[in-house]
Protein backbone atom coordinates (compact mmCIF):
# COMPACT_ATOMS: atom_id res chain seq x y z
CA UNK A 1 0.00 0.00 0.00
CA UNK A 2 1.47 3.36 -0.90
CA UNK A 3 1.89 5.77 1.67
CA UNK A 4 3.09 9.27 1.36
CA UNK A 5 3.56 11.27 4.90
CA UNK A 6 4.44 14.88 4.99
CA UNK A 7 6.42 16.80 7.91
CA UNK A 8 7.63 19.68 8.41
CA UNK A 9 4.82 22.22 8.23
CA UNK A 10 4.43 25.44 10.36
CA UNK A 11 3.99 29.16 10.80
CA UNK A 12 7.30 31.66 10.04
CA UNK A 13 7.77 35.13 9.67
CA UNK A 14 8.37 36.52 6.29
CA UNK A 15 12.04 35.77 4.85
CA UNK A 16 12.53 32.84 7.51
CA UNK A 17 12.89 28.83 6.12
CA UNK A 18 11.29 25.84 6.13
CA UNK A 19 12.36 22.17 5.81
CA UNK A 20 9.41 19.72 4.37
CA UNK A 21 9.72 16.36 4.29
CA UNK A 22 7.54 13.37 2.74
CA UNK A 23 8.60 9.36 4.31
CA UNK A 24 7.07 7.11 1.53
CA UNK A 25 6.58 3.19 1.60
CA UNK A 26 4.70 0.79 -0.14
CA UNK A 27 6.49 1.02 -3.80
CA UNK A 28 9.57 1.06 -5.44
CA UNK A 29 10.36 4.41 -4.44
CA UNK A 30 13.70 4.74 -7.04
CA UNK A 31 11.58 4.46 -10.18
CA UNK A 32 9.23 7.41 -8.95
CA UNK A 33 9.12 10.63 -9.68
CA UNK A 34 8.70 13.02 -6.54
CA UNK A 35 6.93 16.12 -6.38
CA UNK A 36 5.91 18.63 -4.25
CA UNK A 37 2.17 20.54 -5.07
CA UNK A 38 0.64 23.36 -2.68
CA UNK A 39 -3.11 24.66 -2.79
CA UNK A 40 -4.05 27.83 -1.02
CA UNK A 41 -7.61 28.83 0.38
CA UNK A 42 -9.91 29.09 -2.77
CA UNK A 43 -7.04 28.11 -5.47
CA UNK A 44 -6.37 25.30 -7.44
CA UNK A 45 -3.46 22.92 -6.83
CA UNK A 46 -0.04 23.92 -8.34
CA UNK A 47 2.98 22.08 -8.71
CA UNK A 48 5.96 23.47 -7.13
CA UNK A 49 8.72 21.28 -7.75
CA UNK A 50 9.39 17.93 -9.22
CA UNK A 51 12.82 16.02 -8.88
CA UNK A 52 12.73 12.57 -11.53
CA UNK A 53 15.19 9.40 -11.13
CA UNK A 54 17.81 7.92 -11.59
CA UNK A 55 19.07 11.48 -13.30
CA UNK A 56 17.54 13.60 -10.54
CA UNK A 57 16.25 16.24 -12.71
CA UNK A 58 14.43 19.26 -10.99
CA UNK A 59 11.94 21.88 -12.37
CA UNK A 60 10.20 24.43 -10.30
CA UNK A 61 7.37 27.00 -10.67
CA UNK A 62 8.67 30.23 -11.67
CA UNK A 63 7.57 31.47 -8.61
CA UNK A 64 9.49 29.50 -6.25
CA UNK A 65 12.80 29.52 -8.44
CA UNK A 66 15.98 30.32 -6.59
CA UNK A 67 14.30 30.06 -3.14
CA UNK A 68 13.02 26.31 -3.09
CA UNK A 69 15.29 23.36 -3.22
CA UNK A 70 13.96 19.80 -3.59
CA UNK A 71 15.54 16.67 -2.84
CA UNK A 72 15.38 12.80 -2.63
CA UNK A 73 17.00 10.27 -0.57
CA UNK A 74 16.60 7.13 -2.63
CA UNK A 75 18.25 5.36 0.79
CA UNK A 76 15.86 6.20 3.21
CA UNK A 77 12.97 6.56 0.55
CA UNK A 78 12.47 10.25 1.47
CA UNK A 79 11.62 13.89 -0.37
CA UNK A 80 12.47 17.55 0.67
CA UNK A 81 11.54 20.63 -0.33
CA UNK A 82 13.38 23.37 1.42
CA UNK A 83 12.41 26.53 1.23
CA UNK A 84 14.09 29.68 1.90
CA UNK A 85 13.29 33.47 1.81
CA UNK A 86 9.26 32.22 2.49
CA UNK A 87 6.40 34.69 1.48
CA UNK A 88 3.08 35.25 1.98
CA UNK A 89 1.82 33.90 -0.85
CA UNK A 90 3.44 30.84 -0.45
CA UNK A 91 0.94 30.30 2.58
CA UNK A 92 -0.75 27.01 1.62
CA UNK A 93 -1.05 23.20 2.18
CA UNK A 94 1.89 21.39 0.49
CA UNK A 95 1.29 18.06 -0.58
CA UNK A 96 3.78 15.18 -1.62
CA UNK A 97 2.82 13.32 -4.17
CA UNK A 98 4.16 10.28 -6.46
CA UNK A 99 4.01 9.24 -9.87
CA UNK A 100 4.76 5.17 -10.11
CA UNK A 101 5.16 4.38 -13.24
CA UNK A 102 3.79 0.49 -14.88
CA UNK A 103 4.34 -1.20 -17.69
CA UNK A 104 2.20 1.05 -19.97
CA UNK A 105 0.41 3.35 -18.13
CA UNK A 106 1.25 5.01 -14.36
CA UNK A 107 -0.47 6.42 -11.12
CA UNK A 108 -0.24 9.36 -8.88
CA UNK A 109 -0.34 9.14 -5.31
CA UNK A 110 -0.81 11.71 -2.56
CA UNK A 111 0.13 12.39 1.14
CA UNK A 112 -2.48 14.00 3.41
CA UNK A 113 -0.60 17.42 3.10
CA UNK A 114 1.34 19.56 5.55
CA UNK A 115 0.30 23.32 5.87
CA UNK A 116 2.65 26.51 5.96
CA UNK A 117 1.62 29.40 7.08
CA UNK A 118 3.60 32.65 6.22
CA UNK A 119 2.91 35.35 8.07
CA UNK A 120 4.58 38.16 11.03
Known amino acids: QVQLVESGGGLVQPGGSLRLSCAASGFAFRGAAMSWYRQAPGKEREAVAK????????NYADSVKGRFTISRDNAKNTVSLQMNSLEPGDTAVYYCSARIYYSVNYADYWGQGTQVTVSS
Open 51 to 58: ITNPDGNT
